[in-house]
């Protein structure tokens, strides 16, 4: 009990449990320190301890001690590994890091350093995700890129946000536009247009009256046509607004894309859950890395890395490219379609017969036209619940038993085949089962045959087949060939 107490330390790694840890102690591996020393074959002389074994127990070790890391939203244990061999060991060492620093690591791009920044800063940017187009992931990304807020974003222009890496021209148009909407100097300046005082509104409402009368006249007779076009105005502008927020409609479902990681292209449960312990939680995440860094996931090729970038809108493949990929239709061959008639026949003297006497052929033609009675059940054909298989009939007044011409016969001696000829081939032949070409030794062509056994491959039953031809010998169970006719 106290060695398993003393040894508990290694539980803590994966895929070591008491018993590991106990071998591991016992060898003088007691804690994760002295684990991360050891070498696999160190700790393959172990006994019980396999190559296999020893690498999961190194790698766990590795992934342990950069497991604070993980800590961090968008860092996972590959990348937790990386940034750890870099020398950032801890979160307060990524918060004092610079992005640029960050970069320096291998797989880490501006916008996934910005995502660390801001998720080891612990800052949320709620101002940026009220922007249309900007989600939790973009806001860390435009906030680890120095835009902290609306303001900031008012201030940059198309060209600077499409620059960030996630974003393209599009977005940042979108980004731009939304945040001019909500500038407050612009509805400052509509606040201050000077109002009309009432003694100039009593004047303009004068001038009006009489401007009204004498336009009465006019306004009367063209309130009819006024109105006609009016309508067939209103009906076209209803049509055309409603053809165009069906067209915005789709055109934003189609460049939406994927909201979830399975709802990408080829990616599955399985698929997913391995992106996510990547460190890309997201299709931002996604969009932001590169085919060689999906590549690197595990279960992951660079196959379905390129498919998936091309599905989250992140690679274009032209329909050149495309073209190029499709296979050549071969040309039909006019000899191959031409038909060819075909069967099959067996290999060897299929032909042969054996050298009988006259008494055994005569024995051989009895047995042949004798045959052997059917023993069924008494009364099978007459009651459904009665099955044919044979028993012996025991009633008093049984026909069967008494041996009644038609009622079927009774299981006894004399219906055995001559015993000269009993258990040979319908062809006359006595069988030999053979297994191998030495099997072949010692057997009569004129008198015996033979049969392969099953479980003899294709290679040894040709060369069974071909030596028993050889020395004119019937194989009862040849190979069929497909041979071409002659015309």
Known sequence: MADDEDYEELTDVEGVGPATAGKLGGAGYGSIEALREASVPDLVEIEGIEEATAENVLEAVGDLEYEVLTDVESIGPQRARKLGGAGFESAAQLQEASIAELTEVEGIDDALAARIKADVGE??????????????????????????????????????????????????????????????????????????DDDDDAAADEDDEVAADDDAAVADATDDVGETTADEADATGEADGTAAADAADEADEADAGPSDLEDIAGVGDSKAESLREA????????????????????DVGNALAARIKADVGDLEVAEETEAELEE???????????????????????????????????????????????????????????????????????????????????????????????????????????????????????????????TVGARKRERIEEVAEAEE????????????LEE
């Open 123 to 196: 800052t949320e940017f709620d101002d940026l995700t009220d922007v249309t187009g900007v989600g939790p992931q973009k806001a860390k990304v435009l906030g680890g890129s120095g835009y902290e807020d609306v303001a900031d974003l008012r201030e940059a222009s198309v060209e600077e946000l499409a620059g960030i890496t996630g974003f393209d021209e599009e977005l940042a148009t979108r980004i731009t536009a939304d945040v001019a909407e909500s500038d407050p100097e612009a509805s400052e300046a509509l606040d201050d247009v000077e109002e009309p």
């Open 328 to 454: 050549e239709e071969p040309e039909p061959d006019e000899a191959a379609e031409a038909e060819v008639e075909t069967e099959l026949r067996p290999r060897g003297l299929v032909e042969k017969t054996p050298e009988l006497t006259d008494e055994e052929e005569r024995l051989r033609r009895q047995r042949r036209r004798e045959g052997k009675p059917q023993f069924n059940r008494q009364d099978h054909h007459v009651k459904k619940r009665t099955p044919a298989s044979w028993r012996r009939p025991r009633g008093q007044l049984s026909k069967q038993r008494r041996g009644v011409k038609g009622k079927g016969d009774t299981v006894e001696a004399g219906f055995r085949t001559p015993t000269a000829v009993r258990g040979t081939h319908p062809s006359g032949f006595e069988e030999v089962r053979v297994e191998n070409v030495d099997d072949l030794d010692g057997v009569d062509g004129d008198r015996e045959a033979v049969r392969i056994g099953a």
């Open 279 to 298: 460190g890309y939680d997201s299709v931002d995440a996604i969009r932001g890395a590169s085919q060689s860094e999906l590549a690197d996931v595990d």
């Open 473 to 484: 010998i019937r194989v009862l169970n040849p190979t069929y060939v497909e041979v071409e």
